[in-house]
């Protein structure tokens, strides 16, 4: 049983469902090599480090300390010199405003039961006609769900208990989903261009473009 946070991050960024998840997201962003990118909420930088080799520049954001301690370790590890890290709040980023092509936030925007601050610190920091990722849990995750999900993909161990770990904690969640995305965004200066189902229904993702 893992039971340091960053531990436990640190290896959900390598299980299988998330590397599926990584592996969708990549082919559908479609990242350009001069793209600057963003992803917040980043805990231990394993996407972002994916990232990393596909453009010139990308950051990781988290507002734990000892993520972003852990994330820089890794990355130095891998050499990636492109890929930086920094301590920061979604509602507070600590970036200027329009710095980004692509901004990245995966599993975090459905803890807030007002998200209006955090999406609009997400568009802030987003580049006019740039793009906001937004992944988050569907109305269809649950336990029992996701149970059905580890049996049918033979998910054992720390890939099926991580996931239903995650199913947990996001059922105590009633924040946004993608289905009140289009509302959120229109009132902090976005536009919904699409949202995709992931995961098998699982989870959805919203492509958001700054107005």
């Known amino acids: 049983m893992v039971t340091d946070p960053v531990d436990f991050f640190d290896r959900?960024?390598?299980?299988?469902?998330?590397r599926d998840l990584q592996r969708t997201l990549i082919y559908w962003l479609g990242i350009r090599q001069d793209d600057e990118l963003l992803e917040v909420g980043c805990a231990t930088?394993?996407?972002t480090m994916q990232l990393a080799h596909l453009t010139e520049s990308v950051t990781g954001v988290d507002v734990s300390a000892?993520?972003?301690?852990?994330?820089?370790?890794?990355?130095?590890?891998?050499?990636?010199h492109n890929?930086?890290?920094?301590?920061g709040n979604i509602v507070e980023l600590p970036f200027s405003d329009g710095?980004?092509?692509?901004t990245l936030c995966l599993n975090?925007?459905?803890?807030?039961a007002n998200p209006v601050q955090p999406l609009a610190e997400v568009l802030r920091v987003t580049k006019q006609d740039g793009q906001a990722v937004i992944l988050d849990p569907s109305s269809e995750m649950n336990p029992w769900s996701a149970q059905t999900y580890c049996h049918h993909h033979g998910l054992i161990d720390f890939d099926r208990d991580s996931l239903l770990s995650?199913?947990?904690?996001?059922?105590?969640?009633?924040?946004?989903?993608?289905?009140?995305?289009?509302?959120?965004?229109?009132?902090v200066g976005g536009e919904v261009l699409e949202r995709v189902p992931m995961l098998e229904g699982l989870m959805e993702i919203t492509r958001i473009r700054k107005r």
């Not at 959900?12 to 998330?18: A, E, R």
């Not at 000892?66 to 990636?80: D, Q």
């Not at 710095?99 to 692509?102: A, G, L, T, V």
């Open 108 to 112: 975090l925007m459905f803890m807030f």
């Open 66 to 80: 000892k993520m972003v301690e852990r994330a820089r370790f890794v990355a130095k590890g891998y050499r990636l």
């Open 99 to 102: 710095k980004f092509d692509k």
């Open 166 to 187: 995650l199913a947990t904690a996001m059922a105590r969640y009633d924040g946004l989903h993608c289905q009140r995305a289009g509302d959120v965004a229109e009132s």
């Open 83 to 87: 890929a930086a890290f920094a301590v």
């Open 45 to 47: 930088g394993r996407f």
């Open 12 to 18: 959900i960024g390598q299980t299988q469902w998330h």
